[in-house]
């Protein structure tokens, strides 16, 4: 399913939860920006959070919390 197809939910960091599907946005990997993937670990502190996040190539890959919204279909 194409990123366009998903809806993408404003929610802040801590309500992420392990196994949700989250799209990349930011700068920060601009070859990641608008794919999709499911966040595996959380690290740090709740309001300023690091989420892990496996993509479909199975790569693991560290985003901050603002680098990604949680997305539903």
């Known amino acids: 399913m194409s990123a366009q197809a998903w809806r993408c939910?404003?929610?802040?960091?801590?309500?992420?939860?392990?196994?949700a599907s989250v799209l990349v946005k930011g700068q920060l990997y601009p070859e990641l920006v608008g794919k999709i993937g499911?966040?595996?670990?959380?690290?740090?502190?709740?309001?300023?959070?690091?989420?892990?996040?496996?993509?479909a190539d199975n790569r693991k890959v560290l985003f901050w919390h603002y680098q990604l919204e949680q997305v539903q279909d």
């Open 9 to 19: 939910l404003n929610v802040s960091s801590p309500e992420i939860p392990i196994g």
């Open 38 to 55: 499911t966040v595996t670990n959380k690290y740090g502190h709740p309001e300023y959070l690091a989420l892990e996040v496996e993509l």
